[in-house]
């Protein structure tokens, strides 16, 4: 189902349907759900986006409910993945087929609650000034390191449709052109893997 937007308008696209495997091998606590400053991990990702971005397009897991639930209640649009188990690539292609109108896309990670929305904004308007790509990158004292969340223009849509596995879209943002935008933001560098990531 293909949903109508602005033609100049940004989604956002928030993958939230991993099993974290790494911070719980058992998978009896969702790393999504655990909470960080009284609000679960997926609320924080969610509520930056929401905060820059008129239309949030999350993709759970299916039988995601309680991640679907906490997303849905923010305002996000929630689609259901039911081949989420065959890597984030199809994630994302399930997120980009309800949101195929848009100009562009920036997609973010629901293990990432320390994205700053000031990044977010500075990505979107990066693409919607006419970058095909956009990264962000944080300035450390020895060189700079690229992060997430990361922008696409419509020019990339049939490149990450065709997407496939557990790499995402690292594929494309190496083999093209990229617009690095510089942020004071170290949360692009930090998602949940491990318990200890929640401190």
């Known amino acids: 189902m293909t949903n109508t937007v602005a033609a100049n308008a940004i989604v956002g696209i928030l993958l939230a349907a991993g099993r974290g ?5 058992l998978g009896q606590r969702n790393k999504l759900l655990q909470p960080i400053d009284g609000e679960p991990v997926v609320v924080h990702s969610a509520r930056h986006l929401l905060a820059v971005l008129p239309r949030v397009v999350a993709v ?3 039988g995601g409910d309680a991640v679907a639930a906490q997303l849905a209640a923010l305002g996000c649009e929630v689609v259901e993945c039911t081949e989420a188990d065959s890597g984030m690539a199809a ?4 997120g980009l087929r309800h949101a195929d109108a ?3 896309w920036v997609v973010a990670l629901g293990d990432m609650p320390r994205v700053r929305p000031a990044t977010i904004a500075a990505l979107a308007r990066t693409v919607e000034q006419g970058a095909d790509i956009a990264v962000p990158v944080y300035r450390k004292e020895v060189g700079n390191e690229r992060g997430n969340p990361v922008a696409f223009s419509r020019r990339h849509l049939p490149q990450l449709l065709a997407l496939a596995g557990d790499r995402g879209a690292r594929g494309i943002v190496r083999d093209n052109i990229v617009n690095e935008v510089v942020v004071d933001d170290p949360g692009i560098l930090l998602d949940i ?4 990531d929640l401190q």
Do not use: W
Not at 21 to 25: G, I, L, M, V
Not at 91 to 94: A, K, Y
Not at 193 to 196: A, H, K, L, R
């Open 193 to 196: 893997d491990t318990p200890p």
């Open 60 to 62: 759970v897991r299916d």
């Open 91 to 94: 994630s994302l292609v399930h």
């Open 102 to 104: 848009a100009a562009g």
């Open 21 to 25: 495997r790494r911070f719980d091998p």
